[in-house]
């Protein structure tokens, strides 16, 4: 089992910045991807970013120069960071941690935060 624990969000003017973290803890050592997603109303979850265990990144195209993602190892849990600059009105969503484990890359999910960037 893996738990995610997300700590950020909250209401951000247009044009701010924003910085969402994720404390991955349990069984990470089969960890082999973690990421970000997000929920808009209508829309279906679609990630933002993800990052492989070797530290290779892939940004949506939405957010490719504005979004940055970085993570520290420690000995028992995983974290990473989500630093929004720029933000737009169409970035405001729920934010959800993702990980994925093992060979078949289970999935496990953060309990969201939310994102509200205002005009």
């Known amino acids: 089992q893996v738990h995610l624990q997300e700590f950020g969000g909250g209401l951000v003017q247009a044009g701010g910045s924003s910085r969402l973290s994720c404390v991955a803890s349990?069984?990470?050592?089969?960890?082999?991807?973690m990421g970000w997603y997000r929920e808009s109303p209508g829309k279906q979850r679609e990630p933002v970013v993800t990052?492989?265990?070797?530290?290779?990144?892939?940004?949506a195209d939405s957010v490719k120069g504005r979004f940055t993602i970085s993570r520290d190892d420690a000995k028992s849990s995983v974290t990473i960071h989500l630093q929004m600059n720029n933000l737009k009105l169409d970035d405001t969503a729920v934010y959800f941690c993702?990980?994925?484990?093992?060979?078949?890359?289970?999935?496990?999910w953060g309990q969201g935060t939310q994102v509200t960037v205002s005009s």
């Open positions: 349990g069984s990470i050592d089969s960890v082999v991807e």
């Open positions: 993702n990980a994925k484990r093992g060979q078949f890359r289970h999935n496990y």
């Open positions: 990052i492989s265990r070797r530290g290779i990144t892939n940004f």
